[in-house]
């Protein structure tokens, strides 16, 4: 189930990542683009230039990966609705996306996690984590919303801290 949902489908996406964050780095992108601005070559069915981006000047879009939440945001937290309709939608969507990508990001850590040498307890606290960061019915805005200005997020990142001092040192 949660390597499932951290799976990337950009085919049930909007291209929301090509408009939700800035392009602000010359060496990774040829252009400069401001946060909730759409890439000019976002097209309704994709990047214009997907095959051709590194030489374009637009490597940094190859390091990207929204962890599946770029469709969870379309498909589950906006069904139905498209911000290329209505461009009022944009803003909240991409907040969304910003949002629950670091969540999915989270517990892809946690999810990798599990194949590192740690004690039972450890473990455990990982799998505990990990029942608490994708909801049992899917995100929603409000269980999204719960997330974000929770405790489970700060809960995470300490735990993934943490886990330093239980690795071997080379």
């Known amino acids: 189930m949660i390597e499932t949902a951290l799976k990337t489908?950009?085919?049930q996406c909007q291209g929301l990542c090509c408009a939700a964050y800035s392009f602000d780095d010359p060496d990774r992108f040829a252009i400069a683009k401001p946060v909730d601005?759409?890439?000019?070559?976002?097209?309704?069915?994709?990047?214009s230039i997907h095959n051709t981006r590194v030489e374009q000047g637009f490597s940094g879009c190859l390091s990207y990966d929204c962890h599946g939440a770029g469709q969870r945001v379309v498909?589950?937290?906006f069904p139905g609705l498209d911000w290329r309709d209505d461009p009022a939608l944009l803003p909240k969507?991409?907040?969304?996306l910003r949002d629950l990508q670091k969540a999915h990001e989270a517990a892809a850590m946690l999810f990798a996690a599990a194949d590192l040498p740690l004690p039972d307890h450890v473990h455990?606290?990982?799998?505990?984590?990990?029942a608490q960061i994708?909801?049992?019915?899917?995100?929603?805005?409000?269980?999204?919303?719960?997330?974000?200005?929770g405790p489970l997020p700060s809960q995470i990142r300490n735990f993934l801290r943490a886990l330093k001092s239980h690795l071997p040192r080379p």
């Open 134 to 149: 994708i909801p049992d019915k899917g995100w929603t805005l409000s269980a999204l919303q719960t997330y974000t200005q």
């Open 93 to 96: 969507m991409t907040a969304a």
């Open 37 to 47: 601005t759409a890439c000019p070559h976002l097209q309704n069915h994709g990047c």
């Open 124 to 130: 455990k606290q990982r799998q505990d984590l990990m």
């Open 75 to 77: 498909q589950d937290l």
């Open 9 to 11: 489908d950009c085919s």
